[in-house]
């Protein structure tokens, strides 16, 4: 009589006793029993004191009983070869598993279970005498093999197993196709290729047999920046070399979590929808599969779950395959992100390893140890191998170039002890010393064709700073001026016929410049503003369309959700009629051109001001004169069922410009008076102008200080390190052009104090801006033909 039979002679004499004594419940697993046995196990039939034990080898063999014993032979392959059953008897060592089991009981009973560990559950009350000992003694009684004791092992591992380690680098060699990157402070790496160093046979995992454990958990912590819309790419996958045929693969797509495997029938695909990781930031992912069940966690969040019409197979095999990190063995569906942590956790739920987490997006279980470290100094001369990449690059020096191409890196300033970062057009401040006016330097001189009315300062990304100068003459027309080297350089003439205003802006990639021309090319002919566009091929502007106005005095540009909006001030007709209408246009994207939207009633129009305050969007238009009078009243307009609808009305003496301006969370709206005319009484020009402040208790823009101006034109703010500034536009006081334009500074709740005086003549308009160089101010003059740039110095 071989081992086996005699272990089985235990097994059927301890379910005798135990039957006989009380009411006990036990179930264990009698490991070895492939699906191809040649045993004819329809023969084996037994009857134990009551209790009927009945087997059948289709698919798993289920053992029942009529009263308190259950004993379940589960699938076990031990051997790669199918042996009879005297030598595949084995027993699993057991465990608990409390609210689990009757689980399991419900939806895996009719497939059954390839479990690592059987269970066993005491139930009604504890025996009067002490059958755990014998029961302790079966369970770890060695198996039988070819008549020998062998202790019974799982197929892998139940550790964490690091799946992402086995393909980088280690002690300090490079791996072909991986990249090793610092983002975020966070290190990971990146994969260039589906390189066969990236895989490693499965082989190395299950070290006792073929089978893909039923019950697990995938771990991963990544980065994406972006995926197209239709492209997905693999995380990892497990791959049969002979055939080459995809086993099992996560994967993932611009809103999707994809979980393949192969099934009895044929492929299964699991999908998480919802899911949004190509966002520039780092996540953590938990997949969990147990049965019918499987569940995805990202960043230590709700989990969401589904439910699946069959269970993960429990006879999976991955007997000749491989696992291929970052790709499925093919460059479609490489992964082009960053990838932090990669683990395999066998026969349990991980989620509640790694979670909660201090830091949900980097909820860790196990990282690879070259990943984990931060980067440490070469001893001697010794190079580090490992092509480590820093997220940004930090430049020093004189200013370098900002394009496209330098976008998202660093600048170090020594001069100004200052740390810049690079939008794509400009160097933005990140980290500067405070900056604090000292005064004001007469920088250039600007000697123009003709009077200036207007300046419109805007970048081009890769080309460069631009000034559009909106002169009155019409030859040589206006002109644009590029910034080069600290000054202002010209580059190209436009025609227009006495200019009053230049707008640039965006439709989507199109750049534009539109100028409200305030004359027709005839005396008496149509008066026609003109759209212009950038042309990257000439590196010009070039005509794009025309639109009829009416002594157009200024352009708004803005957006409001997808929509592009243009509005023109019309000041009046060619007969003298100053109360017509302003229209707004909107881009149509299928004629590509502006097509009327809306027509608002203005009197003299001066001026339009878009700002948003919240979700609240506003246009507010600067009145002038109605024919006989300056005092009257300017509208702001908000933005309500795909129009503008009256908001408030403001009283102002010939209105000139307004100014939206925030200082923490308070909104400002400065207008600038130019004129008073009222009545018979006489012309005044030395006025106040007006700086209004939103309440948010009445809803409405309510007066928060007065300033004396001269036939104020214009006004600028800005902001230099923590201290907010006003610059006025002064143009004539009654008697004389040449007066002193004031720059105004706040004082919290002193409002606006005066502090710099700048000598100018017939002012029109100011302009702040920014460069490599410094501060600037730039001011245009309607009455010479000289404009000024003024240096602002800092301490």
Known sequence: MTISLILLKWVILCCFILCSVGSFHISFEVKGLSTDTQVKWENLHFTLNMCLVHSSITNHTFLNTSRNILVVVRNCAISDAPLPLSTQFC??????????????????????????????QLQDKVLPWSPRWLLLGLLLFPLAKDGKAVPWKPCTDLLPLDLLSRVLPQSGEAVSGVRMVQEGGVRGVQFSSPSEALSFPSSQLFIN??????????????????IAQKRSEYIFSVVEEEQDQLLLGLRYSADRVHFLYKGPTGRERLTFRGIRLADSQWHSLVLAVSGR???????????????????????FNAEGSRFFIGSCKRWKGLFSGLLRQLVLLPGSDGTSQVCPSSKPRLAEISVPPVLSDLPVKPSGNEVLMPPYEAEVRVTMGSSPPCTSTEQGHLWFNTLKKGLFLCDGADWLPMLQEKERLDYVDDYQDLYTS????????????????????????????????????????????????????????????????????????VEGEKELSVIYEWSSKRLRFVRYQTLETYSARDWEAFCIHDDVFLAVANHRTGHGNHNIDSVIYRWNPGTKAFEVNQTISTSGAYDW??????????????????????????????????????????????????????????????VANGHMLYERGPSLYAINSTIYELDMTTKMFLKFQDLVTYSAVDWEFFTLGDEHFLVVANSYDGAS???????????????????????????????FFKSAEGAYLMYSSAKVPLSKVFKLRTH
């Open 609 to 670: 001001e878009f700002f948003t305050v919240g979700p609240y969007h506003f246009l507010v238009v600067a009145n002038a004169f109605d024919g006989s009078s300056t005092r009257i009243d300017s509208s702001i307009y908000i933005w309500l069922g795909g129009a503008f609808q009256l908001f408030q009305t403001i009283r102002t003496y010939g209105a000139t410009d307004w100014e939206m301006f925030q200082i923490g969370n308070r909104v400002f709206l400065a």
């Open 450 to 521: 003709s009077e200036t009315l207007d300046i419109e300062l805007f970048q081009i990304p890769s080309v460069g700073l631009f000034a559009a100068m909106a002169h009155r003459g019409a030859k040589p027309g206006s002109a644009i001026y590029q910034w080069k080297a600290g000054k202002f350089e010209l580059y190209q003439n436009i025609s227009t016929f006495k200019a009053q205003a230049w707008k640039h802006f965006n439709v989507g990639k199109k750049t534009f410049l539109a100028v409200s021309n305030s004359g027709g090319s």
């Open 737 to 767: 052009y040449s007066l002193n334009s004031i720059i105004y500074r706040w004082q919290g709740y002193e409002g606006f104090v005066p502090i710099h005086r700048l000598p100018t003549i017939g002012c029109s308009d100011w302009e």
């Open 293 to 315: 069940h499987t569940t995805l966690t990202v960043d230590c969040g709700l989990p969401l779950e589904l439910v699946h019409e069959r269970s993960f197979p429990s006879d």
């Open 91 to 120: 027993l699993c060592l057991p465990t608990c598993h409390i609210g689990e089991s009757e689980r399991r009981k419900k939806h895996q009973d009719k497939q059954g279970d390839r479990s690592l560990l059987a269970e066993y």
């Open 209 to 226: 047999c073929h089978f893909f454990p039923q019950e697990f958990s995938i771990i991963v912590t990544l980065k994406v920046a972006r």
